[in-house]
């Protein structure tokens, strides 16, 4: 017997965890640190930096598209735009979220549970690039799917996924009583 269609159960998160949400999918997708930045094992770069990462995703991307932010979970494309339009709405998100140090605590206890879409997003991130052309006429996206042996798709879910509920134990304030050695509440 074939399989029944359902219709999707789609989990709608509110307006600061998807901007949240945009604010990570940006740090990970176009600085060269932004999982160590993430992950508090490298220092959060200055407003002026922050100016040129958007400088350069302005004139690099085509479409926010091409940045993963057309999500169909949560709907970040709506907001992707917005939120990359200026270094200080990013600054004011990340310290009404707790500040970066909420961020740093959150992504180490993911880091530590090192489920199997953890493992993905970093890799990902390692060698799926934005602007960077495919290698080989394979890409780098092949070397995640013969990898984790599940479809492009199935990658681009866990990743879109994971985000959102990092995004949603930031702004909830989950994950922080974890770990004593920062003393963020």
């Known amino acids: 017997m074939a399989k029944q269609w359902r219709p999707r159960k789609v989990k709608h998160f509110p307006v600061q965890v998807q901007e949240i949400g945009a604010v990570i999918y940006l740090f990970l997708g176009v600085h060269a640190r932004g999982l160590e930045i993430m992950l508090g094992e490298f220092p959060?770069?200055?407003?002026?930096?922050?100016?040129?990462?958007?400088?350069?995703?302005?004139g690099s991307v085509s479409s926010y598209a091409d940045l993963g932010v057309?999500?169909?979970?949560?709907?970040?494309?709506?907001?992707?735009?917005?939120?990359?339009?200026?270094?200080?709405?990013?600054?004011?998100i990340i310290s009404n979220a707790g500040g970066i140090e909420r961020f740093n605590v959150v992504f180490r206890d993911c880091q530590r549970k090192s489920s199997t879409p953890w493992r993905a997003l970093v890799d990902w991130y390692k060698w799926v690039k934005i602007?960077?052309?495919?290698?080989?006429?394979?890409?780098?996206?092949?070397?995640?799917?013969?990898?984790?042996?599940?479809?492009?798709?199935?990658?681009?879910n866990w990743r879109e996924k994971l985000i959102l509920q990092l995004a949603d134990d930031i702004f909830n304030g989950r994950h922080v009583e974890n770990d004593d050695s920062q003393g963020v509440a």
Do not use: C
């Open 44 to 58: 959060f770069p200055p407003t002026e930096e922050l100016s040129s990462m958007l400088v350069w995703l302005r």
């Open 70 to 92: 057309n999500i169909q979970t949560g709907g970040l494309n709506l907001y992707a735009q917005h939120i990359v339009e200026s270094a200080e709405r990013i600054e004011k």
């Open 131 to 156: 602007g960077r052309p495919p290698r080989g006429g394979k890409g780098d996206m092949w070397r995640l799917v013969q990898r984790y042996h599940v479809s492009e798709t199935t990658l681009r």
